[in-house]
Structures are given as structure tokens and as C-alpha cells.
């Protein structure tokens, strides 16, 4: 067996292995899903959750229930994403002077308690501090130019929550106070090309996503009990 073929199926058997543990928990990556609101007024003045957060949910129900992960979806946005993200990454080592030895890439998926978690895309060094790193490689470029224009983790609140709550939650689950979000796109001229900023932990923020979840696990559990044991048809 070749190196190539040896990479190959070790590559297949960690991402497995990183699908298993994230069955049916919350992570960082649909963080932003939770807190979407509804539509109507009263809906949200009485706390319900959104159409979003609760399909969510519903898919963690049923990664319990089934034993396989509802997020498989597969498009050309992914595609573009997963096929650029290395490179991206490589870049990124290079901008900011990460060492070879202090520079770990998708290091996995990891438990924040017993029904959430994180995937970070990287762990690098920068001015001899350890740091995570999101980056995103955009199919759509207009997004990669709004990309661009963050230099805050406010900044990244405001062009794209969905990111925000996902690095949050990333310093959340690894204990670290701050993270790189970057974004490349090999699509642009040089100097354009990959654009990167430090985002900070925000506390409050983080504490609304412990509490936010906490509530999106026992709405889990009630549906996966009434699902599971309340048989109306008997």
C-alpha cells in the first residue's frame, strides 16, 4: 500500500469516526440555527423556537434514532469549499508564521459536554500563542469581499452570525480566548486573495449559547421520548 493510499483511507477513517461522535449533538457549525427567531411576533414572545432551530433539532432526533448524520448534504459551494480548504489553510500558515511543529490541521471533533461540540479547522501559532482557525473559501466571491471587511469578532457578528456564533463556540469548547477567521478565494488577485483577523471571546455570547443549547437538549429529548414511546396507533 502507498503512502497516497495509506493518507486515503486513514483521511476515511478519522472523518468516520468524527461523524459517529457528532450524532446527535449540536455543533458549532449550526450554532446560528438556534438562535434564528420566528417569523411572527407572538411566536417569539412566547419563546418558540424558529422553523430553522427546529428542523435542527428534528435532524439531531433522528442521527439518534436512525445511528447516521443528517448533515450530508452535498453541493457546489461545498464541493468548492472542501477542495480549497487545505490550500487555504497552507496560506494562512505561511501569512502568519505558524511553525511547521506548532501547526495541526482539522484536528476533530471535540466534545464541549455530552450534547455539543466543535470541529476546528486548524490550530496554529501566532507570536508564540496557540490559536484556532475558521476559515471559509467561498463559492459565491461577493462573499469573500464581505468577508474582507471584517477585522472584529463584532464585525463578523454583523456580516455573518452563523460564523460568528461558530467561532464562539469553537473558544468555547477549547478554553481559548481568541480565533482566527480567514477567508480565502484563489479566484482574486494576489494581494486578495486571503484575507484573516482575530476574532476575541465574548462572554456573554458564550453564555447565551451554554443556555441556548441546554434548551435545545431537552426539546431533543422530549421529542426523541414521545417519538420513541408514545405509540398512538396502539
Not at 438562535?35 to 422553523?51: L, Y
Amino acid at each position: 500500500m502507498n503512502n497516497y493510499t495509506k493518507e486515503l483511507f486513514e483521511s476515511i477513517k478519522q472523518n468516520t469516526a468524527w461523524d459517529v461522535a457528532r450524532l446527535g449533538k449540536f455543533t458549532g457549525s449550526r450554532l446560528g440555527d438556534l438562535f434564528t427567531q420566528p417569523k411572527t411576533k407572538t411566536a417569539q414572545e412566547a419563546g418558540e423556537w424558529s422553523k430553522t432551530a427546529e428542523t435542527y433539532i428534528l435532524s439531531k432526533v433522528m442521527e439518534i434514532v436512525t445511528g447516521q448524520s443528517q448533515d450530508g448534504a452535498s453541493s457546489a459551494a461545498i464541493d468548492h469549499g472542501n477542495e480549497w480548504e487545505e490550500t487555504a489553510l497552507l496560506e494562512l500558515q505561511k501569512a502568519i508564521g505558524s511553525p511547521d511543529e506548532k501547526t495541526h490541521l482539522r484536528p476533530g471533533f471535540k466534545l464541549f459536554n455530552e450534547y455539543s461540540g466543535a470541529s476546528p479547522d486548524a490550530f496554529m501559532q501566532l507570536n508564540d500563542t496557540k490559536i484556532g482557525v475558521e476559515i471559509k473559501c467561498p463559492y459565491n466571491p461577493i462573499n469573500h469581499y464581505h468577508h474582507c471587511k471584517i477585522q472584529s469578532e463584532a464585525d463578523l457578528k454583523a456580516i455573518n452570525s452563523d460564523y460568528y456564533w461558530q467561532v464562539q463556540m469553537n473558544m468555547l469548547t477549547y478554553e481559548l480566548g481568541a480565533w482566527i477567521f480567514a477567508s480565502f478565494d484563489p479566484r482574486q488577485p494576489e494581494h486578495r486573495r486571503l484575507h484573516w483577523t482575530i476574532c476575541y471571546a465574548v462572554p456573554e455570547d458564550m453564555q447565551l449559547a451554554i443556555d441556548v443549547m441546554e434548551k435545545a437538549k431537552h426539546y431533543r429529548d422530549q421529542i426523541l421520548n414521545e417519538w420513541m414511546f408514545n405509540n398512538k396507533n396502539k
